[in-house]
């Protein structure tokens, strides 16, 4: 049997092998109920392989590969309605109506699409079809997406989610509305509604205001 030490995050512990990887920020030492043999040492190592590429695209469940593990909570059993209360418990330093809109606009239309999901399950694609469907303005669509970044933000800072579907989703671009300037019949109606109703210097103001483009 063979105990030599090694490298990688790998070593015989006991009559078992006990892995060392980073999870959240926090090391933890999980131990695997295999002999140390070389056979097994060869087999950890490829699993702590494995578990490092899960982590890094968060999708890494640590119940999945060591369900009998204390050392550390795990986010990927929350869902998009968890993140949305922990957001929503963030916001106590915006003034009390946004923070309100924000949770109107969650409740109306993330949520219930959703709200039921594990955090890390969604994607992009997903998000751009609920984009699709709403049939809102650019700029109200643009105000949905703000508390939807937050959530998804959230669960990035908290380890959920390596990162935020919602990152390549761009604001929506709010058309300025074109000029609709008077016609020279209702320019003439109303300086003369001013010339007999308002004092001369109103009539005469407005009338070099339209005439004399200003």
Do not use: C
């Not at 009559?15 to 999870?23: E, N, P, R, V």
């Not at 935020?164 to 058309?175: R, S």
Request: proline share 5%; glycine share 8%.
């Amino acid at each position: 049997m063979g105990r030599r030490s090694t490298t990688g995050g790998v070593v015989p512990h006991g009559a078992g092998i006990q892995l060392t990887l980073y999870y959240r920020g926090e090391r933890i030492r999980p131990t695997l109920n295999l002999r140390p043999t070389e056979a097994n040492l060869r087999h950890a190592r490829r699993l702590l392989v494995e578990i490092r590429e899960k982590i890094r695209h968060g999708t890494f469940a640590i119940a999945d590969y060591f369900p009998d593990y204390a050392g550390v909570a795990d986010t990927r059993a929350l869902t998009f309605g968890d993140y949305s209360k922990r957001y929503e418990a963030s916001l106590s330093k915006k003034a009390a109506a946004t923070r309100e809109d924000y949770r109107k606009q969650l409740r109306a239309i993330w949520s219930p699409v959703f709200g039921d999901r594990l955090i890390h399950e969604i994607r992009y694609s997903e998000i751009e079809q609920v984009i699709g469907n709403l049939g809102v303005t650019a700029k109200t669509l643009n105000n949905y997406l703000i508390p939807l970044r937050g959530v998804l933000a959230f669960a990035v800072k908290d380890g959920a989610i390596s990162k935020n579907p919602a990152d390549g989703i761009e604001n929506a671009k709010v058309q300025k509305p074109q000029p609709d300037p008077f016609e020279q019949s209702e320019v003439e109606l109303i300086i003369e509604d001013l010339a007999a109703n308002a004092h001369p210097q109103i009539a005469n103001y407005f009338a070099a205001a339209f005439f004399g483009g200003f």
